[in-house]
């Protein structure tokens, strides 16, 4: 390679795509059909958040009926309707419509599909440096399958029957027969209809995510140049790959059992004295199969959310993230064991015991990996000079949450402790502590940092704290009591407790963990607030808000379809030069070479400079863009 | 920018990467291969709970096994022909890969007419309820890969499969045989496992 390599850009603008002339669509084209990954991001982070509201009045509505059972809901009646009884309180199997109908949203609609899909979509070309995704056409079609799964789930919720009421798992029976409750009949169809869409549209979407990571990266960009963010999509996206085809597959088999007469979950039923026809079928198969997804489900919602705080952490400690191959090394560690732990959601279906020490362990070992994360967010805090953003607070809340809620599953994955609290509330204080906030916390944390990119605005910072401080203490009051509660063996899913002396003394728990949903929820309307008052009215945002070093700062205000205006950025060094000792600045971008910073680069560093020189004369002169 | 300055920085290295659409496609194998995996595995589980009623496949799944090997040979013939060029070649084996396609279909179909025969029916116990199952979403999946195929065939009769543009017929390949192999291991499995 004596021969001289060297190509000499000489056009500033260098086209190399013919990507970046502005696209000039008609309003369908730009903001309904389109095929940009920005835009589709939009769309699913509205839908999410649409969805997230709606989730969230549900659960209120229910924490109603659990706080003051015995308050009038009559108020209630001009939006509920015939669901609110003759006596003023909430129809009892319309409770377990409304529980079964916020577990679905939450998990599936909001924080799978609005989490990944709001920002593997928004961040992973941005932050790889590439165009567009692998296929934006089937990018477009992830999110109008997600919109059409949306519609069948959002008219479920107004149906006479009522939506789907067997839980968001769906166990067989309940779920398979119209006669077992209301809500299996034509809600539980509708809500088969809207799962099988949503998981073509998660499979499209996942798929393209895969393909874009390994194949659109931009030169310079290698695997361990990658932002944890990307880390992050991509582990979700292939346990999403490998995972929800199951699911697929169960509810299939339940569509057959329950409009075609086969017998795969259902086996010796008598109804009111009479025998159903199906003999042979097993409802623990369904859970298997339920499980083998839904546990790998848990780290679909979690990952994204610790992907975009190993961001902001970073970015607002001005340091590097602490042990950058040790975060993804845990993270591809969660993602294996996720697929090997789904029985102990199922230690009191009967398991042979020796079984169920087989998942404990494996269940106990998921610690292991999640301790090296908070210990690395917290050593990338330690001595770093913070900087309390809104997005910055969403993430050591985010911390917080997956501490607190993450040992309690220490208890809850032992097989034998788990016969004392499996079902009760203590399982719902430790889910939605770990999974449920934790991502909520990292998906809000997500959209304060990079609404500047979305929007080419502010947030109002002010009302973001307002915000953190209200959902934060909230959250706790909220789930907090639930420990107790479930210790003291309080059952889930229970429409009432009055008619238990035993549980009565639990009443004024229960009253306060309701007034703090209520609190809780109103505090999301700041942020709702915040959000569309900014789009429009928000500050100015300047070109790199945060003092980041990743590639999607490098972009213009108002990122046209394509992303750069010109060339592609090169990436010369990892995403988490900051505060570099001899640096001029506190980062380092990574577009920046190591040969323009020999005052702070490391010998390693000065080292790598020089092979390029001497090895190949792959010397290469680049007019500076920027 | 334009003012000619110029800077001397290493060169970044270039990225491992193959063509998007080809492994978009061996993700899309994945999750089939997870799917179907997920059914046998369930069979494998539902089976050792008991109460299964043992029957024997149809003869005709040997037959239809047999088309559908010969049909992945055809389809690698057909890749070779596309790789030297030979226009007429590509477009009579992709054609030929297609006819037997169907006609495994068609066996499939007639196979089930033989298990309902046999007094196997789609509604009864789950072990036959798998058998119907399983060939039916396989069944899908081969519909689907025909349709790839008429596409395929459309463009070899356009001559536009040739050694310079190959990644459609890669793709069309890559899919047909994996169709090919699912098929052998799902029939294999249900014959171990009756």
Known sequence: MATADIKVHTEAHHDDHGHDHEHHGNFWTNYIFCQDHKVIAKQFLITGMAWALIGGILSVIFRLQLGFPDASLEWLRPVLGGWITPEG?????????????????MVFFVLTAGLSGTFSNFLIPLQVGARDMASGFMNMLSYWFFFLSSAFMFTSLFISTGPAGGGWTIYPPLSA???????????????????ALFIVST?????????????????GMSFTRMPLTIWAFFFTAIIGLLSFPVLFGAALLLIFDRSFGTSFFLSDIYIAGEALPNVGGSPILFQHLFWFLGHPEVYIVLLPALGITSEIIATNSRKPI?????????????????????????????????????????????????????????????????????????????????????????FLGNSAVDIQLHDTYFVVAHFHLVMGSASFFGMIAGIYHWFPKFFGRMMDERLGAVHFWITFVGVYMVFFPMHYIGIAGFPRRYYSWTNFETFSSFADLNMLVSIAAVVTLGAQFIFLFNFFYSIWRGRVAPANPWGSTTLEWTTPRHPGHGNWPGEIPHVYRWPYDYSKPGAKEDYIPQTVPYSETPESNLPHENELVKLEMGNSGAIIPDDKRH | MATGEMKIVEEPKKVLTMHPKKFALWLFMASVLMLFASWTSAYIVRQAEGNWVFFELPVLFYYSTAIIVISSVTMQLG???????????????????????????????????????????????????????????????????????????NSAS???????NLAQMEMCTTYWHFLGFLWVYLFIFMLINR
Do not use: C
Request: glycine share 10%; hydrophobic share 55%.
């Open chain 1, 203 to 219: 499979l499209l979407g996942g798929i393209n995510y895969i393909t874009t990571i390994i194949n659109m990266r931009t030169q």
């Open chain 1, 322 to 410: 602490f042990g950058y191959k040790a975060m993804v090394g845990s993270m591809l560690f969660i993602a294996i064991l996720s697929f090997v732990v789904w029985a102990h959601h199922m230690f009191v279906t009967g398991m042979n015991p020796f079984l169920g020490s087989i998942f404990t362990l494996l269940t106990l070992i998921i610690a292991v990996p999640s301790a090296v994360k908070i210990f690395n967010y917290v050593t990338t805090l330690w001595k770093g000079n913070i900087r309390f953003t809104s997005a910055m607070l969403f993430s050591i809340g985010l911390v917080s949450f997956f501490l607190t809620g993450g040992i309690t599953g220490l």
């Open chain 1, 89 to 105: 309180k909430i129809d009892s199997e319309f409770y377990l419509a409304l529980v079964t109908m916020h577990g679905t949203i």
């Open chain 2, 79 to 153: 890749y070779w022909a596309a790789k030297r060029n030979q226009f007429d070649k590509v477009r009579s084996l992709v054609l030929a890969t297609t006819i037997l396609g169907v006609l495994f279909l068609a066996g499939q179909v007639m196979g089930w007419a033989q298990l309902v025969g046999n007094s196997i029916y789609f509604v009864g116990n789950p072990s036959g309820s798998f058998v119907y199952v399983i060939t039916g979403v396989h069944g899908l999946h081969i519909l689907s890969a025909i349709i790839f195929l008429l596409v395929v065939l």
């Open chain 1, 177 to 195: 027969l119209p006669q077992a409750i209301q809500g299996s009949g034509l809600g539980m169809t509708l809500w088969l209809i809207s799962m």
């Open chain 2, 158 to 164: 356009k001559k536009r499969i040739h050694s310079g």
